[in-house]
Nanobody, 125 residues
Framework: QVQLVESGGGSVQTGGSLRLSCAASGYTYSYYCMGWFRQAPGKEREGVATIDSDGSTNYADSVKGRFTISQDNAKNTLYLQMSRLKPEDTAMYYC???????????????????WGQGTQVTVSS
């Protein structure tokens, strides 16, 4: 059973940076599509960034140029480096995984099999 544990959330001021981590365990396949999602109060969960097994990345328009998704396969850890944070980035952030080589339709949360418990990010103005 794949387990995902996020960390690194916190409170920052506008323009600040945070790096989220997602430690994964229990992998039984060598290829996964991994993604970061977020959900603000009263809003639907939305895709933020995805990364394929070969390292190809995709970003939501709202975070392009500010966020970077990466992974350390040796450590089974997924990262989300967030810079130039804005109040509208405030949300619970989740990492997710699914068993597929490519992240086709990767921004659709319903396509993922495994989810972490989330880590809160709060950006104050």
């Amino acid at each position: 059973q794949v387990q995902l544990v996020e960390s690194g959330g916190g409170s920052v001021q506008t323009g600040g940076s945070l790096r989220l981590s997602c430690a994964a365990s229990g992998y039984t396949y060598s290829y996964y599509c991994m993604g970061w999602f977020r959900q603000a109060p009263g809003k639907e969960r939305e895709g933020v960034a995805t990364i394929d097994s070969d390292g190809s990345t995709n970003y939501a328009d709202s975070v392009k140029g500010r966020f970077t998704i990466s992974q350390d396969n040796a450590k089974n850890t997924l990262y989300l480096q967030m810079s130039r944070l804005k109040p509208e980035d405030t949300a619970m952030y989740y990492c997710a995984a699914r068993i597929s080589w490519r992240c086709i339709a990767g921004m659709a949360s319903g396509t993922y099999n495994y989810w972490g418990q989330g880590t809160q990010v709060t950006v104050s103005s």
